[in-house]
């Protein structure tokens, strides 16, 4: 069964700092890799995706997330944080076309500090 | 072209009462899936609808039902409430031919049930 843990269920960085949420993901084959956040009161935004080729890629809002297969992990990244980033923040795993349950992880929510 | 569109976004209800939660799918997008969202339980699918047959089931007891009409549009129904009903019920819809599973999601049915 696929699985995916985000092992950090707060983060509180600076505003203009760089950010890493951290996801880690359990699945038999190639998985699809997605990144979600989540304004209060707000449904799900797609910030990036990944299926294959280049381990890294680029999502919106200056968001970037990088797929090592070796350690089973998709973190998230951003060079500088902006205050309209504070949410929540959610991994998913999703895997054969036809299935098209995507599994999530408990979600990071991040703070934003002037 | 319009997003996800779930109606309502807010209800209150009573313990025994049952309720119905509409989703609009971006046009042109079969699948429609379902998820409850809980604090505790954080995302949680419930089940999947693909041209007007359910594709895929969570592990959720009969109380929770749905269907999907011939337009696409689906409907979820949660007969016989509990105060662990309350949640945030999220919609998705994501296009056959994007074969990987992508999911687009609405803002959500926020569920109270007292």
């Not at chain 2, 379902?34 to 089931?57: A, D, H, I, V």
């Amino acid at each position: 069964a696929q699985s995916v843990t985000q092992p950090d269920i707060h983060i509180t960085v600076s505003e203009g700092a760089s950010l890493e949420l951290r996801c880690n993901y359990s699945y038999g084959a190639t998985p699809y890799l997605f990144w979600y956040v989540q304004s209060p009161g707000q449904g799900l935004q797609l910030l990036l995706k990944y299926f294959s080729g280049d381990t890294l890629v680029q999502g919106i809002k200056g968001f970037e997330a990088e797929f090592k297969r070796s350690q089973s992990s998709f973190n998230l990244r951003k060079p500088s944080v902006h205050w309209s980033d504070a949410a929540e923040y959610f991994c998913a795993v999703g895997g054969d076309f036809g299935n098209e349950k995507l599994t999530f992880g408990t979600g990071t929510r991040l703070t934003i500090i002037p | 072209k319009a997003g996800v569109t779930q109606t309502p976004r807010y209800l209150i209800k009573t313990r025994g009462q049952q309720v119905t939660l509409s989703c609009s799918p971006i046009s042109g997008h079969r699948s429609v899936s379902w998820y409850q969202q809980t604090p505790g339980q954080g995302l949680q699918f419930l089940f999947e609808y693909f041209s007007e047959t359910q594709r895929n089931k969570g592990n959720f007891p009969g109380r929770f039902s749905g269907r999907q009409f011939s337009n696409s549009r689906s409907e979820m129904n949660v007969s016989t409430l509990e105060l662990g009903d309350s949640a945030l019920y999220l919609c998705a819809s994501s296009s056959d031919s994007s074969k990987t599973g992508e999911l687009f999601f609405g803002e959500g049915s926020r569920l109270t049930v007292l």
